[in-house]
């Protein structure tokens, strides 16, 4: 079985740092995509960057662009966004979703994604 962890969310001030987690088993790390999706109250999803196992090559959204990285430890099949510089707009619950291949070229897209795990809720307060 497929499953996806998702971890690290909090309250942190605008301003402040926080890294989330998300972590896979039961499938195997090698050329695969592993995206981050947010969605706030009101708001569409929107997806937030999207990592190849294959290279560790990253796609970020504009809007978190600069200000989010993420990184990859293939021996704990673990990606680890660390975001900074985190604003009040960031607040929302973060997914992790993988699928078989590559990242697309353009920021991710839901109906690409097979695999979701549970969520991490982010809130940044002003």
């Known amino acids: 079985e497929v499953q996806l962890q998702a971890s690290g969310g909090g309250l942190v001030e605008t301003g402040e740092s926080l890294r989330l987690s998300c972590t896979i088993s039961?499938?195997?790390?090698?050329?695969?995509?592993i995206a981050w999706f947010r969605q706030a109250p009101g708001k569409e999803q929107e997806g937030v960057s999207c990592?190849?196992?294959?290279?560790?090559?990253?796609v970020y959204a504009d809007s978190v662009k600069g200000r989010f990285t993420i990184f990859l430890d293939n021996a704990k099949n673990t990606m680890y966004l660390r975001m900074n510089s985190l604003k009040p707009e960031d607040t929302a619950t973060y997914y992790c979703?993988?699928?078989?291949?590559?990242?697309?070229?353009?920021?991710?897209?839901?109906?690409?994604?097979?695999?979701w795990g549970q969520g991490t809720l982010v809130t940044v307060s002003s």
């Open positions: 979703a993988t699928e078989i291949g590559p990242c697309h070229e353009d920021t991710p897209q839901y109906e690409d994604y097979d695999y």
């Open positions: 039961g499938f195997g790390f090698d050329d695969i995509a």
């Open positions: 990592t190849s196992t294959d290279d560790g090559s990253s």
